[in-house]
């Protein structure tokens, strides 16, 4: 009996261990400098400046990455199901304000799953295209496929101390024939403009229509988990 329970608590640790998650660290909380900023064993991949909070002042967004692979669980349609295991670099998209004062910049806001990793772009490689600032607002760029290509953008803005999504597009298309569908989603009119044609013949073969989009409120980066994870018409994903 005593071999048994012991074989026992060996199988629950074995099974404890293989299950044990990916703990990312704690960005600071504020600092002068990028490199006071990076937490050890990680690397600064993308960097933007511009104002964030309309002060003035030049704010950060940074965007981190592990130096090291590791197995993480993504998130793939609904943002419930579909969860999947992944062994990559992990990614972090950090938000910093800047105070006019004392030039330190203090964290806004910390986002462990939105930016995609270097292995989910597809044959095309890394997705990340880009990170910017502009109007106060912040932009982040993907793109990925092989012969049939994607294209997604999301815009947040900083308003009653949250990070809101208000816009986003979504463009997918056939490398060599150019058949596409573009989507421009406007969440602060709740518009929705869809374009289905091709890209070379933009003028001649393009069908443009709009609608009202529905949704019970606008999103966050604490319920808009990552790029796909938000089933946002039926069989739609943003």
């Known amino acids: 009996m005593k071999a048994f329970y012991s074989l026992f608590l060996m199988l629950l640790a074995q099974i404890s261990f293989a299950q044990k998650t990916f703990l990312f660290p704690k960005i600071k909380s504020q600092g002068t400098s990028i490199e006071q900023l990076t937490p050890n064993n990680w690397t600064v991949i993308e960097t933007a400046n511009g104002d964030l909070n309309s002060d003035g002042t030049d704010d950060l967004a940074v965007i ?12 793939y349609g609904d943002n419930n199901s579909e969860i999947i295991k992944e062994t990559q670099k992990p990614r972090i998209l950090a938000l910093f304000f800047k105070d006019k004062l004392s030039g330190a910049y203090h964290l806004s806001t910390q986002n462990n799953d939105f930016i995609l990793r270097s292995q989910e772009g597809g044959k095309l490689g890394d997705p990340l295209n880009q990170i910017g600032i502009k109007d106060q607002q912040l932009y ?4 990925g496929g092989a012969e049939w290509r994607w294209e997604m953008g999301y815009t947040f803005k900083f308003e009653n101390r949250d990070w809101f999504l208000t816009s986003a597009i979504n463009l997918y298309f056939n490398q060599n024939t150019g058949d596409m569908t573009e989507r421009v989603y406007d969440f602060k009119t709740r518009e929705l403009f869809t374009t289905v044609g091709n890209l070379h013949r933009r003028d001649v073969a393009n069908r443009k229509t709009s609608e009202v989009l529905y949704f019970s409120q606008l999103r966050t980066f604490k319920t808009f988990k990552k790029p796909w994870a938000w089933e946002i018409m039926p069989n739609v994903y943003l």
Request: proline share 0%; net charge neutral; hydrophobic share 25%.
């Open 64 to 75: 981190f990455e592990s130096n090291k692979i590791t197995d993480e669980t993504r998130t």
């Open 140 to 143: 982040l760029r993907f793109q």
